[in-house]
């Protein structure tokens, strides 16, 4: 198992650390690494020809996953949203994708949305039959599974506090179930508008006596990918502070979170926070 190095961040009154998932792996980065370690040995194991997610143009997801699927010597596809990218040239993002062999496929954002339907998985099955469908994210139950060991024993004794960004919850949810029975709490940082982020979490983890966590809304900054001068400001200035690199959609928010609920006072005195960082570095150029 890969063991992420952890760097001060704050030391008194409190002490903010963060576990830097974006430096695992130099192409499979963050907690996209441990979302599709089991998925990816799960599709080896059952002889699978090849695996086909979903995802946005830019999505880390899909790019750690052509990563991953070269590496396994699996086929991918990759269905990208919005038929109208396939006039332009590809971004960055899918310009890495194509070269690490994976079948990019354009559908329009209406077909998108039928991603998680099953009459269209069904479809796409038939279609492919040996072919191992991951949902959008990676999010699955073997996802969660591996997300548990993005969290080790000696961060359960060393921290009250552990933070994450939520995009699917489902890196969270892993969290969650780690952290479950220990007296540190969880805090979910929503990348997202929508408040139903909570509700998937409870379905994740499938268990209603887990209290230790809590999701905050407050720092999506008018929702996914959205950004304000605010944001980008604390980004640079983080940076130029601490020479950590984070982008505007994940790490970023939840670390402009972090701050400005420690200058209110949200965590009691003495606090030991970990916050994780999640990685999505391959797209920042593109977005700030
Ligand atoms: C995908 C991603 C997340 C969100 O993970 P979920 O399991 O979908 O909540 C957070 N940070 C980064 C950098 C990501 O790429």
Redesign the pocket.
């Given at each position: 198992m890969q063991n992420a190095p952890i760097q001060s961040i704050l030391t008194s009154p409190i002490t903010l650390d963060i576990k830097r998932l974006d430096l695992i792996d130099p192409f499979i980065s963050?907690?996209?690494f441990f979302?599709l370690k089991y998925n990816l040995s799960y599709a080896k194991e059952k002889q699978y020809q090849g695996v086909i997610s979903f995802g946005g143009a830019y999505s880390?997801?899909i790019h750690a996953l052509s990563y991953a699927c070269r590496y396994y010597q699996l086929e991918c596809l990759a269905i990208i949203r919005g038929d109208e990218l396939s006039h332009q040239p590809l971004n960055s993002t899918l310009t890495d994708v194509a070269r690490n062999g994976t079948q990019i496929k354009f559908i329009s954002r209406e077909q998108y949305r039928q991603r998680h339907h099953p009459d269209f998985l069904a479809q796409l099955q038939q279609a492919y039959p040996n072919y191992y469908i991951i949902p959008e994210?990676g999010?699955n139950e073997l996802a969660i599974q591996g997300?548990q060991e993005i969290i080790s024993t000696a961060d359960l004794a060393n921290y009250d506090w552990i933070c994450c960004?939520?995009?699917?919850?489902?890196?969270?949810a892993g969290i969650i179930q780690k952290t479950a029975h220990s007296h540190t709490q969880v805090l979910g940082f929503s990348?997202l508008k929508d408040h139903y982020l909570s509700e998937q979490i409870r379905l994740f983890i499938n268990d209603n006596r887990l209290q230790h966590w809590q999701m905050n809304y407050d720092y999506c900054c008018g929702g996914y990918a959205k950004t304000t001068p605010e944001l980008i400001q604390f980004i640079h200035h983080f940076e130029q502070n601490y020479h950590i690199p984070i982008?505007p959609?994940?790490?970023g928010k939840m670390l402009y979170g972090i701050f400005d609920l420690i200058q209110n006072d949200f965590f009691t005195a003495n606090s030991r926070i970990l916050a994780i960082h999640?990685?999505?570095l391959q797209a920042k150029m593109s977005l700030m």
């Open positions: 963050g907690n996209k979302k880390n997801h994210g999010s997300c960004a939520v995009g699917t919850g489902s890196t969270l990348a982008e959609i994940y790490t999640t990685g999505g």
